[in-house]
T-cell receptor, first 112, second 113 residues
Framework: GQQLNQSPQSMFIQEGEDVSMNCTSS?????WLWYKQDPGEGPVLLIA?????ELTSNGRLTAQFGITRKDSFLNISASIPSDVGIYFC????????????FGKGTRLSVIA | ETGVTQSPTHLIKTRGQQVTLRCSSQ?????VSWYQQALGQGPQFIFQ???????GRGNFPPRFSGLQFPNYSSELNVNALELDDSALYLC????????????FGSGTRLTVV
């Protein structure tokens, strides 16, 4: 099945550093979402983006919906140990209940 | 408000067997979607149920089937299990007509041997 192109695959960073990850698609999505998945858990929604060019923050997290509607990025500022986990981008053709198309994830490790 | 609950949490089956996974949707949600997450991959959409009918399907063979019940809970059935069916199966519930998105359960880890 289709998956979005997410990079990097994994990152090792020092506590306090900023992190950036991005996601691209060959087709247009009208909603972009960023999830975090901890071991043994399902994905938890971090940020939802509904409009091309939109820049949205949630605490130390900032995400942008690309103007072409084919990409998005997520930044985490001043990382802390609890940021460890796998981050997934997901696209939706329309908002609401249309299926999510996920990237393969970025595994983040934070060194204290 | 209760979240999405899935059962069982872990399951081991033999190739060729059949399996049923269960999901209770979040209170107030009327739509259930199922996703398969293979190791090291992102979740892949299997199908969605709304008003007890299948309302969209991903690229999965017919041996993957489902049900939704009047209380909005759902089952995922897989027949003739194959080794590649080993994965984390995630259930997500939502409320049709809103922009609130999906709430995911913790998943059922299925291992086929």
């Amino acid at each position: 099945g289709q998956q979005l192109n997410q990079s990097p695959q994994s990152m090792f960073i020092q506590e306090g550093e900023d992190v950036s990850m991005n996601c691209t698609s060959s087709s247009i999505f009208n909603t972009w979402l960023w999830y975090k998945q901890d071991p043994g858990e399902g994905p938890v929604l971090l940020i939802a983006l509904y409009k091309a060019g939109e820049l949205t923050s949630n605490g130390r997290l900032t995400a942008q919906f690309g103007i072409t509607r084919k990409d998005s990025f997520l930044n985490i500022s001043a990382s802390i140990p609890s940021d460890v986990g796998i981050y997934f981008c997901a696209g939706q053709r329309e908002s609401g209940n249309t299926p999510l198309v996920f990237g393969k994830g970025t595994r983040l490790s934070v060194i204290a | 408000e209760t979240g999405v609950t899935q059962s069982p949490t872990h399951l081991i089956k033999t190739r060729g067997q059949q399996v049923t996974l269960r999901c209770s949707s979040q209170s107030g949600h009327n739509t259930v979607s199922w996703y398969q997450q293979a190791l090291g991959q992102g979740p892949q959409f299997i199908f969605q149920y709304y008003r007890e009918e299948e309302n969209g399907r991903g690229n999965f063979p017919p041996r993957f089937s489902g049900l939704q019940f009047p209380n909005y809970s759902s089952e995922l059935n897989v027949n003739a299990l194959e080794l590649d069916d080993s994965a984390l199966y995630l259930c997500a519930s939502s409320l049709t007509g809103t922009y609130y998105g999906y709430t995911f359960g913790s998943g059922t880890r299925l291992t086929v041997v």
